[in-house]
Structures are given as structure tokens and as C-alpha cells.
């Protein structure tokens, strides 16, 4: 079975700092999807960003970025330039393309973006 | 109404009561799921339906039972909870899953905030 480990349970950046969230996992897949979601206080989930195992390149969308490893099963997820509305929780999470319906969690890292 | 809504937003009920939460997809997709969000524990997929058929019941207790009439609405029937149950409890929609190499991004409603008495 797949686990999500998200080690960091809150953080905090000042505004328009640059900050790193950490996410690792364990699996014997080979193919395999990684992604980060967003759930601000009004609870709705979004998709920030999304990971193809077979896939060097690191995925960039705007200003959010990962850096994935995947013989350290790191993936890990940059914010630069933060902004007050990211603050929420971040979700990271797996999907095996042989379950391609099943999304795996962490437990998330409440980010708290500061002036 | 756009993307996946779900109601009530928020359910308080006595451990006897049966009670159903529902969602809607507003996003022609085929697929819908619910998930349970408890503090400081990941998210658990509870059922998966593809086309209106169960593809998933992850080992959930038979005091939820969840009804896909069609591919827009999702149900979860609830009966004789206990209080573990509080929680909160997403849907989300995809594409339906026509093979299994394939991804479609999940898309997810509000949320229940469910408290059980």
C-alpha cells in the first residue's frame, strides 16, 4: 500500500517570501502521478500542481513549482512570491496509474501566509 | 450552480437519526466520490462510482450507504452513526474512467461538516 508523509504540520512565510513544503512517499509502483492541492478555509480542494513519475522535468505552474526525486520518493512544493491568499491547507497526494481513480493523502501543512 | 456543490454545508445529528448528505456535479463528468476528512488524519476515500456503478468501497461501515442515481448526483445515506463519525465529507467528480492507465483530475464540492451527537 502507498503512504503520503507530509512532516511538517504548519508553517509560516511572510509575504512575497519564497517557502517549501515537504512531502514524501512510499511506493513499489514505477508509474505513478504526484500532486499538490490547495484547500483554503473555505474548504474547497483545488489542484495546484501535478507530477508524472515518469517525467524528469520539475512541473511549474506561475509561481508554485516541485522539486521531485524520485529515487529519494521526494516531492516537495515551492511557493515563491507568497501571497496572503495562499494561505490553507496543502494536501499532498499519490495516484497509481494502475488505480487511476484512487488518490492517496498526506495529512497537509497549514500554511499561514503573514504581512 | 457551477462545479460540484454539495448540501447541507452543515449537519448535526443524534447517533438514531438517519439523515442524507447529497452532492451535485454540474460538470458533465462520470464519475463521483466521497471522501471523510477528520483532524490530523489524511484524507480517506470512502466510494468510488464509474458510469453509475460502484467501482470502490474502501472498507467503509455499513452505516453509510451511497446511492448514484445518476451521473450528476451522488448520495450518502447516513444511519446510526457514532460520534467518530464527526467529520467533514467531500465529493468529488472526474472524467469517468474508461481504462485504468488513465488520469482525470478530480474535482471537489465544499464539503458536509457532519456532527454526530
Known amino acids: 500500500a502507498q503512504t503520503v508523509t507530509q512532516s511538517q504540520p504548519e508553517m509560516s512565510v511572510q509575504e512575497a517570501e519564497t517557502v517549501t513544503l515537504s512531502c514524501t512517499y512510499d511506493?513499489?509502483?514505477?508509474?505513478?502521478?504526484l500532486f499538490w492541492y490547495k484547500q483554503p478555509p473555505s474548504r474547497q480542494m483545488i489542484l495546484v500542481i501535478r507530477?508524472?513519475?515518469?517525467?524528469?522535468q520539475n512541473a511549474t505552474e506561475n509561481r508554485f513549482s516541485v522539486n521531485f526525486q524520485k529515487a529519494a520518493k521526494s516531492f516537495s512544493l515551492k511557493i515563491s512570491d507568497s501571497q496572503l491568499g495562499d494561505t490553507a491547507m496543502y494536501f499532498c497526494?499519490?495516484?497509481?496509474?494502475?488505480?487511476?481513480?484512487?488518490?492517496?493523502f498526506g495529512t497537509g501543512t497549514r500554511l499561514q501566509v503573514t504581512l | 450552480e457551477t462545479g460540484v456543490t454539495q448540501t447541507p454545508r452543515h449537519l448535526v445529528m443524534g447517533m438514531t437519526n438517519k439523515k442524507s448528505l447529497k452532492c451535485e456535479q454540474h460538470?458533465?463528468?462520470?464519475?463521483m466520490y466521497w471522501y471523510k476528512q477528520s483532524a490530523k488524519k489524511p484524507l480517506e476515500l470512502m466510494f468510488v462510482?464509474?458510469?453509475?456503478?460502484?467501482?470502490e468501497n474502501n472498507s467503509v461501515p455499513s452505516r453509510f450507504s451511497p446511492e448514484c442515481p445518476n451521473s450528476s448526483h451522488l448520495f450518502l445515506h447516513l444511519h446510526t452513526l457514532q460520534p467518530e463519525d464527526s467529520a467533514l465529507y467531500l465529493c468529488?467528480?472526474?472524467?469517468?474512467?474508461?481504462?485504468?492507465?488513465?488520469?482525470?483530475?478530480?474535482?471537489f464540492g465544499p464539503g458536509t461538516r457532519l456532527t454526530v451527537l
Open positions: 507530477q508524472e513519475a515518469y517525467k524528469q
Open positions: 497526494a499519490f495516484m497509481n496509474t494502475g488505480t487511476a481513480s484512487k488518490l492517496t
Open positions: 511506493t513499489s509502483e514505477n508509474n505513478y502521478y
Open positions: 462510482y464509474n458510469f453509475k456503478e460502484q467501482t
Open positions: 460538470l458533465g463528468h462520470n464519475a
Open positions: 468529488a467528480s472526474s472524467q469517468g474512467q474508461r481504462g485504468s492507465e488513465s488520469y482525470n483530475e478530480q474535482f
